[in-house]
């Protein structure tokens, strides 16, 4: 296994075999690696690059962390289908890989009678988006199954198998299964320009230039300027912030499913959903904004969310607040993906790809390399890729300080470093010592949770950056 | 895997202040096995990164003195935080408790056995009385739901202090730092020693807690932090003063001090009962919890008193569970309750105990929302007054002061709850 992840310098030099690759992934999220992966089970050069110095790094690592059924998708859209298809890969990829998923369900709760008289067309919804699970389910039953739920609940629409997976370990595995296959993964590294010729295209980025016979824009957020600099302008990426707030996880027993607001003409709405982290999640708000780097949250945003909350769950608010974070959806105007190829370009836009993007990430990356075919790529035999098992960072799972052969093995998983979230300094380890190792401390918090509690570092903060710097001086 | 079982007479969970003084005490007073956990790899609780003065000095003249005392003599008296870490463990130690660190309990297996992990493995033990001495720690930025960007340069005093005086790290060249309680110059005094530039200090309260002050440190008064800015690195404190100005703060490091949240997750995922005021354990003044055999002391019973006052608990708690040991205890569930009316924050203890049972140095702590000046403090229970008492000085946020506690012997142990009321 020849690892090639680099991270500053110049790129592999143009006249080096290696250094013209055959396709080049631009954007390094959930939707770029699951493309990597998915050109890695073939004999092609292939370089995924990010701006960032981490995978998944944008709109990937704040997200509602949702594996959707997709049954409330516009029928007959690219992106219902896509839903679809890709929640079966990856609820089976996650299965074998280790990813933590919970099948929790959830539930859309109607507060007021038009809400209640909208829950049926809603599962005809889900029926012509092919998920025939769904039912509607009375008031009684509904305070049954979540006794917790503020006074005034009419009713809800069951939806049993929607899921809640974990966020980070999902493109983490995607990409160190791309990266060890031989997939270059070239981080820091911006793309400011694009020329395309006969052969192909040079990028010009912020380590030097790139070539690749074939182009795959994957770019979240930017994928309309990468998209302009090959000479189109088919749509503009609105920036759409959502802020979440997560409780501790002492709230964990307050919540069992998804909930979620009937939709109304404002949108989806805010919902109440546990974490595979063991915590509850509140948010996401919906603001429109023209700034791409506006991840901050505001006290607007708190406020309207636990103005929210109270009514949803009104014991969540005597909770304590682990985090507060924002992010980005690549809103395009279009409810729908803008996933589209261009034959004399050798190039496929991946464009438009909202909050489903997690859950239909597999099904995009074989869609695009379809699409690559379309335009000329020859991919030639798929082949295996080695099996994969990923760090288990999920509440419901065996852990490894719980683990007592783990730590007869090895005393480090019996060493505890972050204590809110029970961190071992064996994961730690490993972490730094893994495929795609992190390049700051949040990485590391995405790859273990160290330091991801309620102390937020207070216990822990300076042990667990200690153990960062130690690896990289 | 369940681990290994075993059985001690007495567990002590965390070995701060509060847990070792038990330990010391009980260790003393030939409890049996009496066993110390702690986390940590090193035992000490916070004072080990308190690298300032006022640690266990001259608290004799009366218990509670530091209160009203602590202005001017609070960084002079006494002995250094690790210093006194390093004694309370010694004379743990020296008593003949078993200190055992890097040992997390991660929950219950019993009424009073706990699962534990550690580099040795996993463990069950089941004690004949539980003590718990688990701590608190200050709330982090989120949980302040201070908004804004998360870049890094965002501190609590702890991880400030953990940072500088256990890791030697570097921390940054410039800093603001919120909060004006006696932590918050501990911090001014963490950043200073890592050649830290400290540009003001900043308090939402309209006058200073206390009449400490840091010298050539701007004490900020009547300001709101509104946000954090920056995306690298830390750029600024945004700032709202009570007139409705605006203005951000140029720093590359902040630190969040005080507000202290007792860590009660054990007693929580126990289902111990806590007290709305406090959130820590609700408890007599025997250091009794609702789990017959669980006792707490120390800041998880209130969150913050000094070290000195947590050893103090830590101490007291001996003779209630050396009678629990013998059978000689007092019969539970006849306490009780203490309710405080707004301003009041929270009273300590907050059930009555056994026989009338005092707390120690015979006075309840209390602490307020707002600032009241020399206030009639009005116990009652029923509609019938218990005891009226004028307070001498005035009531501060963020610093505790007390009341007396000979009243608890008229409480009708068949009435309803205790009401403390501040006029």
């Known amino acids: 296994m020849t690892v090639t992840l680099t991270t500053a310098g110049p790129l592999p030099p143009l006249d080096d075999a290696e250094g013209t690759y055959d396709v080049a992934v631009v954007g390094a999220g959930v939707v770029g690696a699951a493309v990597a992966r998915e050109l890695a089970r073939h004999r092609l050069r292939t370089a995924l690059i990010d701006a960032s110095d981490d995978i998944g790094n944008a709109t990937s690592k704040a997200n509602t962390a949702i594996l959707h059924t997709g049954f409330d998708a516009a029928p007959g859209s690219l992106e219902a289908r896509l839903v679809r298809e890709g929640r079966d890969l990856l609820a089976a990829y996650a299965a074998e890989t280790g990813i933590p998923v919970e099948r929790v369900g959830a539930l859309l709760v109607a507060w007021d009678e038009d809400q209640l008289a909208a829950l049926p067309g809603l599962r005809d919804k889900a029926e012509r988006n092919g998920y025939h699970a769904s039912r509607i389910i009375g008031a009684d039953e509904l305070r049954a199954r979540e006794p917790h739920l503020g006074p005034g609940a009419l009713g809800a629409l069951d939806v049993p198998d929607e899921s809640i997976i974990c966020p980070w370990t999902t493109p983490l595995a995607f990409a160190t299964q791309a990266v060890r296959a031989g997939v270059h993964l070239h981080l820091n590294c911006r793309v400011r320009d694009v020329t395309a010729d006969a052969d192909g295209h040079t990028l010009t980025t912020s380590r030097g230039p790139l070539r690749a016979r074939y182009l795959v824009n994957a770019a979240g957020l930017h994928a309309d300027e990468i998209d302009r600099l090959l000479g189109h302008d088919v749509f503009t990426v609105t920036p759409r912030r959502g802020q979440l707030v997560v409780f501790d996880k002492l709230a964990r027993p307050l919540v069992g499913h998804i909930l979620l607001p009937v939709p109304g003409p404002a949108g989806k709405g805010v919902l109440v959903a546990p974490t595979v982290f063991g915590n509850v999640l509140l948010g996401p708000t919906a603001e429109e904004l023209d700034d791409k780097t506006a991840t901050g949250s505001t006290a607007d945003g708190i406020r309207l969310l636990r103005e929210k909350g109270r009514r949803i769950v009104p014991g969540l608010l005597d909770e304590e607040v682990t985090a507060v974070y924002a992010g980005l959806r690549a809103a395009t105007g279009q409810e729908d993906y803008r996933i589209q190829e261009y034959p004399g370009l050798r190039y496929v836009a991946v464009g438009g790809i909202r909050s489903t993007g997690l859950t239909a990430s597999m099904a995009i990356g074989r869609h695009v390399i379809a699409l690559l075919t379309a335009v000329g790529l020859d991919p030639g035999e798929p082949h295996d890729l080695p099996p994969l098992t990923m760090p288990n960072l999920g509440e419901a799972f065996p852990r490894p300080y719980r683990d007592a052969a783990l730590i007869a093995g090895d005393p480090a998983y019996g060493t505890l470093v972050c204590h809110c979230e029970q961190v071992t300094l064996g994961e730690i380890r490993d972490a730094l010592a893994s495929t795609i190792p992190p390049h700051s401390p949040d990485g590391l918090r995405r790859r273990t949770r160290a330091r991801g509690g309620r102390c937020q570092g207070f216990y822990c903060g300076a042990a667990v950056r200690a153990l960062f710097e130690e690896e990289r001086p | ?423």
């Open chain 2, 1 to 423: 895997m369940t681990g290994e079982a075993r059985e001690v007479d007495v567990l002590i969970v965390g070995a701060g202040p509060a847990g070792l003084a038990a330990g010391a005490e009980l260790a003393a007073a030939t409890a049996g096995r009496v066993e110390i956990l702690e986390r940590e790899q090193e035992a000490g609780g916070i004072p080990r990164h308190c690298h300032h003065g006022g640690f266990g000095g001259r608290l004799d003249r009366s218990a509670y003195a530091w209160a009203s005392a602590a202005g001017s003599a609070y960084a002079r008296r006494g002995t250094t935080g690790p210093d006194f870490a390093r004694r309370g463990v010694a004379a743990a130690v020296a008593a003949g408790a078993a200190l055992r660190t890097g040992v997390t309990v991660t929950g219950w297996a019993g009424p009073r056995t706990v699962e534990t992990t550690g580099p040795a493995g996993l463990e069950r033990i089941t004690a004949r009385a539980v003590i718990l001495a688990t701590g608190a720690r200050e709330r982090p930025r989120s949980a302040r739901l201070i908004p804004g960007a998360r870049p890094p340069g965002v501190y609590t005093t702890g991880e400030l202090q953990q940072a500088v005086h256990l890791y030697g790290q570097r921390i940054g060249t410039t800093a603001v730092v919120v909060g004006d309680e006696p932590v918050g110059h501990a911090a001014v005094a963490t950043l200073r020693a890592a050649g830290v530039h400290v540009v003001a200090m900043v308090t939402d309260r309209t006058a200073p807690a206390l009449r400490l002050r840091s010298p050539r440190v701007p004490l900020l008064t009547g300001a709101t932090v509104t946000g954090l800015t920056g995306r690298a690195r830390l750029s600024g404190v945004a700032l709202r003063h009570e007139d409705g100005r605006t203005t951000t703060l140029r720093c590359d490091t902040v630190v969040l001090t005080g507000d202290f949240v007792p860590d009660h997750e054990l007693a929580r995922r126990g289902e111990i009962l806590l007290d709305p005021g406090t959130r820590g354990p609700a408890y007599d003044a025997a250091h009794r919890t609702s789990r017959p055999g669980v006792f707490a002391v120390g800041n998880l019973l209130h969150a913050v008193e000094r070290a000195g006052y947590a050893a103090q608990e830590g101490r007291a708690v001996a003779v209630p569970v050396l009678h629990r040991l013998a059978g000689t205890e007092g019969p539970a569930g006849g306490g009780r309750r203490l309710v405080v009316d707004a301003p009041l924050r929270w009273i300590a203890p907050n059930m009555t105990g056994p026989d009338g049972a005092r707390p120690p140095g015979d006075r309840f702590v209390l602490r307020t929302w707002r600032r009241l000046p020399r206030p009639l403090l009005v116990v009652s229970q029923d509609g019938r007054e218990l005891h009226r008492q004028r307070l001498l000085s005035t009531a501060v946020p963020g610093r505790p002061f007390t009341l007396r506690a000979d009243w608890v012997d008229h409480v009708d142990p068949d009435g309803t709850d205790v009401r403390i009321t501040a006029l």
